[in-house]
Every structure is written in C-alpha cells, then in structure tokens.
C-alpha cells in the first residue's frame, strides 16, 4: 500500500483564526506576482501570454453574458454526482480493509494498482462504455477521487493503536462500542484528509472529462477559446477553476477542523 499523506490542519490555531502575519504575506505575495506578471505579459504577443488586466476584462465579460454561470453550474453539478459518490464508497470500503484482513488482502493490490493509473488512460475505455456526455463526467470525477479516500480511510483504521483497542475490550467494549467509540474517531482525521485529497482530484478530473468526454462546463469553454487562440479568455476559465478548486478545498479544510479539532492541538508547528 502507499503511503497515504498524513492528516494535517491548516495554521490556524484552536480558534480558527490565523495569524494577521500570514495573511498579509500571501497578500504582499500576490500583489508582487500580479504586478511582474502585467509588467512581463505587456512585452510578449497576447497569443502566448496574457495579462491580469485582460483577465480581468476577459472574465468580466463571460460574467456579463451569463456563460461563466452555465459551465459552473454543470460542472458543479458533476462533481457533486461524483465527488458524493466517491465518498459513499470510498470511506466504507477502506474501513472494511483496515478491519479486515482478508479483505485487505483481496482488495489492496486493485486499490493500489488503480490509484497510480493515470484516468486519462482509462478515457478510451470510458468513451466506449458510457459515450459522450454527462454520464462519462461523473464516472471520471468517482474514478479521480474514490481512490485518495479509499486508501486514507484504510490508514487511518489500519494505524489505530492495538493497545488503544485492547483497552477498549478489556472495559467490554462491545463490537458496536469500538467501532463508534474508538475506531471511527481515530480514524476521522486521516479520513478528512482523502476528502482533501479527493475533492481536488475532482475538479482535475472534471475537467479532463469535459474536455475529452462531454463538452460541456468548463472544460468545453477551455477547448473552445483555445481552438480560437482566445488566450485571455482560457487564463479567465483557468483562474475560474482555481478559485473553485480553493473554494471546495477550502470547504472540506473547514469540515475537518470540525470534525478533527482536536488535532490543531497537537501540531508541531504553528
């Protein structure tokens, strides 16, 4: 089995909050980035590279006409389908691995195996099984962030302290009382963490899947202002897909400090 990325917090400390300093770092950051990007994109031909300010002016305009809200609104449908379907299977199943030997051993090489495979090599088989179209997206968005939440729900029930379950039993714990009481929590931050992991292989793998399988969404807009050498509107679609990929992230970033608070105490470093 791989290793599975450790569960972590964000700097935040037990409130939530972060430092005023780190805040204004990333700001003075983007600020310098921003303002060398104008100075460097002015000097080169707008086909290669573009400018924030016709970013800007490029993404007011997909605002303006309502496309940008269209993709979104697919694309979002997509990973809710799918990123939602991943975690109905994911998390039972890399539970049921770490609890149980025998399935470890029957499932652990295919989880493994179809971790590392590249989706996109998975794409011809795809377009045969499913078409072109919404159903194709869905499955490429599970297939992206099913495995990240499979194998860190299996670490985390696997790395659970044998002495810490032996307590358990000899308070006659019952089957139930363990799962729900000690196993699950111990669990929950490396779990949190495959959420992390899989909600940004789900917006990768939509937009593989909208590009080469539905076009639609965002994907589609990526394609279609390519094809026209529209560099400044593919940087607005691109930046629009960051901002989502943040926001989602950040999402999840939120449920676990709700639901691994614990763990922010217990960082190393602030």
Avoid at 128 to 152: R, T
Avoid at 157 to 163: E, K, P
Avoid at 241 to 265: D, M, N, P, Y
Wanted: charged share 15%.
């Amino acid at each position: 089995m791989s290793a599975a990325e450790a569960p972590s917090g964000s700097p935040a400390g037990a409130s939530g909050s972060r430092p005023r300093g780190f805040l204004v770092a990333r700001l003075v950051t983007l600020v310098i980035v921003l303002a060398a990007w104008e100075i460097v994109g002015r000097q080169i031909n707008p086909i290669f590279l573009s400018t924030p300010s016709r970013i800007l002016v490029a993404l007011a305009d997909m605002i303006r006409n309502g496309q940008i809200f269209v993709a979104l609104r697919i694309s979002l449908l997509g990973i809710a389908l799918g990123f939602t379907s991943a975690i109905i299977v994911g998390v039972p199943l890399g539970i049921l691995m770490g609890r149980s030997r025998l399935a470890e051993a029957i499932l652990e090489p295919y989880a493994n195996a179809l971790y590392v495979t590249p989706r996109v090599a998975l794409i011809p088989l795809l377009l045969i099984w499913f078409g072109i179209g919404f159903e194709a997206q869905v499955v490429v968005i599970f297939l992206s962030s099913v495995f990240p939440i499979i194998i860190n729900s299996y670490a985390g029930v696997r790395d659970i302290s044998a002495n810490l379950v032996d307590t358990a039993r000899s308070f006659c714990a019952s089957e139930r009382q363990l799962f729900t009481e000690v196993i699950l929590p111990a669990a929950v931050p490396f779990i949190m963490t495959g959420l992390r992991l899989g909600i940004g292989q789900a917006v990768i793998g939509m937009v593989v899947a909208q590009m080469f399988l539905a076009l639609s969404g965002l994907g589609k807009l990526l394609v279609n202002y390519g094809d026209f050498f529209k560099t400044d509107y593919v940087f607005a679609v691109v930046l629009v897909i960051g901002l989502l990929g943040v926001a989602l992230t950040e999402i999840v970033k939120r449920l676990e400090r709700r639901f691994a608070h614990w763990k922010e105490s217990e960082r190393a470093f602030g």
